[in-house]
């Protein structure tokens, strides 16, 4: 069964930085995808990007230019680095593991980041 856990959440006044990881254990196939998604207050959960451990690494139009993506593949760990953050980045950050061919979606428990103006 495969177990995400997520880490480096906190609050960061509007313009700072914030670098977020997301640890994978339990997977038995390194042809994945990771990706991050977030939920805002009171809104639904929305993409914030996809790695897919090669070169494919896609942003949501919100996010791209100050947020980037990487991954660890060896340690299967992914990460996002936030700058320039906004209010409008507030919400509790996900990270997520498909593997190609497969529907189900693994889901870590979430991290907050709160920017504050």
């Known amino acids: 069964q495969v177990q995400l856990v997520e880490s480096g959440g906190g609050e960061v006044p509007v313009g700072g930085s914030l670098r977020l990881s997301c640890v994978a254990s339990g997977v038995t196939n390194s042809i994945n995808v990771m990706a991050w998604y977030r939920q805002p207050p009171g809104k639904e959960r929305e993409l914030v990007g996809t790695?897919?451990?090669?070169?494919?690494?896609k942003y949501s139009d919100a996010v791209k230019g100050r947020f980037t993506i990487s991954r660890d593949i060896g340690k299967n760990t992914i990460h996002l680095q936030m700058s320039s953050l906004k209010p409008d980045d507030t919400g509790v950050y996900y990270c997520?593991?498909?593997?190609?061919?497969?529907?189900?979606?693994?889901w870590g428990q979430g991290t907050q980041v709160t920017v504050s103006s």
């Open positions: 790695h897919n451990g090669g070169s494919i690494i």
């Open positions: 997520s593991l498909k593997y190609l061919f497969e529907e189900k979606n693994y």
